[in-house]
Nanobody, 110 residues
Framework: QVQVVESGGGLVQPGGSLRLSCAAS???????MAWYRQAPGKQRDFVAR???????SYADSVKGRFTISRDNTKNTMYLQMNSLKPEDTAVYYC?????WGQGTQVTVSF
């Protein structure tokens, strides 16, 4: 059974940074990993994706501010978030092999 656990969320002021982690286990083979986010009252939106090869893609709203990476030896993915804005406030979810974590809350506010 695939397990996905996100961590690293919290409260940060606008312009600040956070680093999210996603630890995955219980799967075989190679998969892309991705981050999504869901703000209150809104749908879950794509944030960033990384292939097993390391190829990355980003939503336009986070390009140049967020960086996705992964450590295949640890089955762990990261999301470095810089220059955070209040509109980045959301629950951030990790997904791999059609499995999702429970999410980690990111709040950007004074």
């Amino acid at each position: 059974q695939v397990q996905v656990v996100e961590s690293g969320g919290g409260l940060v002021q606008p312009g600040g940074s956070l680093r999210l982690s996603c630890a995955a286990s219980g799967f075989r083979g190679t998969y892309a990993m991705a981050w999504y986010r869901q703000a209150p009252g809104k749908q879950r939106d794509f944030v960033a994706r990384i292939e097993n090869s390391g190829y990355t893609s980003y939503a336009d709203s986070v390009k140049g501010r967020f960086t996705i990476s992964r450590d295949n030896t640890k089955n762990t993915m990261y999301l470095q978030m810089n220059s955070l804005k209040p509109e980045d406030t959301a629950v951030y979810y990790c997904t791999i092999a059609n499995s999702w974590g429970q999410g980690t809350q990111v709040t950007v506010s004074f």
